[in-house]
Every structure is written in C-alpha cells, then in structure tokens.
C-alpha cells in the first residue's frame, strides 16, 4: 500500500527535513505544523496521537489519509541535523552525549569485556536516542525520538508463530490478521529478506556461519531472519561502495544509514498527507477530559532537559502510543490521581519480557568469529517447534572490530511470567511489580538449549561480558509488552474501557510474550485497530 504512495513519502520526507532547516533547528524541536490554526488559548485539533513508534506511525498515518487533522507529540527529538563530525547518530564502540537519555555515563547491554570496565564511559546529559529505563528487577531498553524503538532496534521484521498469536489475543480472527494486516504492516516496513547466497560468502556474517554450525552439531536448525535494515544497501557496505553503518558497528545508538526507520517509512508517509504534523521534545504528562475533549498536559523541553513551555493541547480523539511503559504509566496516573477516574482496573496489569533475554558462549581458536560483525543479526537457531521448550535465538553480533571468539545471543524463550504495573504517588511515576524469580525462569530454559550446544562442541559460557559473573543477561530487556492489554484493559481494538475516543495502538496492547521480536505485530495490530476506529468512531472534523 505504500508503494503506491511513493511521491507522498517523498514529500514528507522533504517536510521532515525542511523542518529541520527552519526555526526547529535552533531548540531541536522540530515542527511541521498541522491542523487547525490555533484558537485563541488553548490549541485544539481532532486528534492527537502521544509518542511516535510502530503503533503511533501505523495510525498516524492512517488518519492523515482519511483527512483527519493529527498531531503526534513525541518527548524525543527528531533526529536530523548531523553534528560537528558529520554524522547523525555514535557508533556503539564510540558513544556520546547523543546516546543516552539524559544519563551521565553509558548503560550497555553489555557491561564489560574480560571481566575490565571498559564498555561504558562518562558522557553529558543530553536527549539522547536510547533510553535504559530502571525498575527494580527488571531495566527496560527503550528508543527516544522521531521514530521511537526504530531508532535503536535490530531490524529485525519477525512474523510470529500462529500458536503464539492466536494464545495472545484469542479475540482477534487469525486468518484475517495474517492475511490482510501483517502483509500490510511488512509493506509499510520495508522488511526485506537477505540473499541467501551473498550470506554464505558475507565476510560480515561469518559470526553468524560460525553459531550455526555450532547449532546443527546439537541437532538445532536455524532461519533467516527478515529486517528493516536495506540488504542491499548493506551488500554494497560489505563491497566498499557505500558508508558503513551496519558494518561500522551502528545499531543500538541510531544508524547513519541503511536502516529504514519509521521517519523514512511510515512517519514520512505520514506528514505528506498534509494531514499529520510532528512535535519532538514534547513529553506528555497528563490527561484529563473537560467535555467531550481531552486536555494534555504537555511539556516542551530543549536538548539538555531545560522546560521551554508547558502547554496544553485539546483534542477528541487521543491514541496512545508512548510504548509499554509510556502508555501505561499516562492511563495510570490518569486513574489513580483521579483525572481519569472511570478507567479500567486492569490498566497496569499484564506486562512480561517477552521472555527476552541474552547470553553469550566462547567458541574454539579455531572458529573465529570474524573482525568486521553485521550489527543486523540475519540468522536465528529455531527450536520454536520443540513442545516442551520453545526458543527462538538470534545470532547476535559483537561488533567491536577485533577478533572474540564469542558468539552472542538474542534468545527469546516461551514465558508464563507476568508482573503488573502501579503508580508511585511520591515519585508520580511507574512501579514494576517483576520478581527476580521470574528472570530464573527465564534463565533455566535458555540454558536447557545452550548447554545442549555447549555440550555437543565442547564449548562453554562467557561469564565476563554482563556483570556480576552471569551467563545471562536477565535483568534488562528490549521488548516490553502490556500493561493496556487488548481485549482485558480495552476492548478488541485498542478502545479503553471507561474512556470515549481514547485508544491505545502500541506494544501496551500486547499481553507480555509472543515468542518472537514484536515491531511487525505491534505495527500489524495498530493497522488493524485504526481501520475499525476510522470505520466506527471518527469523523473528520473532530
Ligand atoms: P516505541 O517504539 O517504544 O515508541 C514509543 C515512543 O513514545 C518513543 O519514541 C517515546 O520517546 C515516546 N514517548 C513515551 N512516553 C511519551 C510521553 N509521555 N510523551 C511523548 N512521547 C512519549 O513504541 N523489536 C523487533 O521487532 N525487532 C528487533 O530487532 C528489535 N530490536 C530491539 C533493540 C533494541 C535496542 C530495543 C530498545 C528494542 C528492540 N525491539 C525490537 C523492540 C521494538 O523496538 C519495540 O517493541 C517497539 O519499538 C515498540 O513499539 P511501540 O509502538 O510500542
């Protein structure tokens, strides 16, 4: 569908940048305005959508083609002014300010390489692209920006099983889902699928070829993993014939290039409809009804964290897509301090991992793994058919430019664990209810499959990249789901209960696990939900 809409992307992709060029550029907070002309006082327009990831670009552009006037309001900048050394986005192996979140020192997934700290460093506070949110047994990786998670995430465009998405929202016609929403929300993507044959000979991917062969020696077999990130663009990386980027070690703090992210895609599609327009460094931080609208609290910030305004912005039809936790954290504190007092008491509940989480093995001297590491994994041991303990595992990379011997892992194991989340009054913000425990679950059914390989190659773990001596990283993950679950906290499109017009379209929908990497269902689900709520809800004009 939106290769039919080639010339609109274009245009909203010179929208996004001419933003950038004008008065934006001197706060960061760039501007495409839309809408209606502000009234006097408060700004009204019919819809508003909070936070622009996969599920708030998927709606965000599908209410702009149906000529509904749109604002998103994101609390991350909008990444498009390079700086003094030319690029966008670090590397991973050199990170600065534009990293993090306003954080004084670097949190990486890995926290150190032979047992030295030598993988984080200080760095200034600043608006940075990831974000490492705390809870107290469970950190959560989250993308800040025009983009949200597709800023930072692996690309990887991951179809899940039927089983699992069928167990995860029984209410939902599978047949339909699968055969009219996700092929629309992959066309929307850009996903698209490694040549086989360039894998075999990809310098890049011999970690890859390497964890494979360690994996059929313990009788497991692997797939190709789709992506988002253009395998042909990074063919010609491998070829010298282009800037590196998945061969520079780019992934986790932004890409300079070949990643098609959701500015290039769908956010891009978006504003050129004319319809939809993108204010970055705006956080919202409450909502309230006054008649049939919804009153935002919003607060707009400069690059290093200074309160430029706080506003408000009225709306009649308000769709959350702030993430999980941002999602989450806004209905609850909605509910408890009495703003939203009608809201469903099961906001909150609902949340898990994904049964995410990584680990490492050292291979022999006589398997290396390669200098030059494709920081977009490709490949995945596949045992999601194994009854008893389902895993899906990608090949990671460790993109550090010098030879490891280590092979990494993205495992992703079936989990049963769910924890819920509450509002803390003192510091008007979320609590995780996750139990140590729970990651122990985790943790033995990873090591059920990696001790089988480990065992059938005479192999062992890598204790000293995660801290405190683990071979598995079970304190922190990158795909949180739930906390407004679909068809419990809202009905079965995103619609909360004990709110009118007030939708929730992200992975907050998404009951905790669905066996595989979520962006493709979470931007399938938000299709789906959108086309019901245009159908049934909206009219244009508010
Ligand atoms: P998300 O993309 O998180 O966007 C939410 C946006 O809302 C963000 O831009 C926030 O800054 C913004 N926001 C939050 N609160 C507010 C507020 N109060 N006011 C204004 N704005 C707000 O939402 N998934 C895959 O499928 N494949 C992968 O390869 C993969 N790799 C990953 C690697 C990393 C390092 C990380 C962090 C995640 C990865 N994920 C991957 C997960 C994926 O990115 C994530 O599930 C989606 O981004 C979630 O999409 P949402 O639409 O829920």
Redesign the pocket.
Known sequence: MINNCTRRGFLGRAALGMAAMSAAAATGSSLVSAGPAAAAGREWVPAVV????????ATALRLGEAGVDTVL????KLWDSEASEGKLFPSTLAPDKRAY?FRDRTAA?LASFLWLDVVNRPITPYAGV??RVHFDHMD???????????????????TPKRENFEAAFPGIDADEFYARYLPRARAGLGVNHIAPDWFEDAECYQYARVSRKAARKAGLSTTFVP?TYDFSYMAREQAKTAPRSALAGE??YGNNHGKRS?DKTYLAHAVGTGKVGIRAL????AIRKEGRDYVLT?REIDEYGSTVATTELACRYLFL???????T??LLRARETGALPGLSGEIGEGWGPNGNLMTARANHVWDPTGALQAT??SLAIDNSADPVNPVFA?IAPIPVGLETWVSMY?AIVRSPERAAFSYDRASDGLRLGWRPEQSQVHVAKAKALFDSINAANGTVYRHDLFGQNKAFADDFC????GGCVLGSATDGYGRVHGAERLYV????LVPGYLG????????AL?ERNIERVLAEDVRPGG
Do not use: C, Q
């Open positions: 909070i936070g622009t990831g996969y599920g708030a670009a309001l994101e609390m991350g979140w997934p990831l974000d959560v990786y989250v993308g800040r920006g025009v983009g949200g998670g597709s800023l930072v995430n692996g690309a990887m465009a991951v992506s992934v986790i959701l705006r956080k919202v931080t919003v897509g702030a993430g999980s936790l941002g999602s954290e806004l977009m994994p990608e993205l990158y795909h949180p789901l379209t992200d992975s907050a595989v990497n979520p962006f493709v269902t979470i931007t938000a």
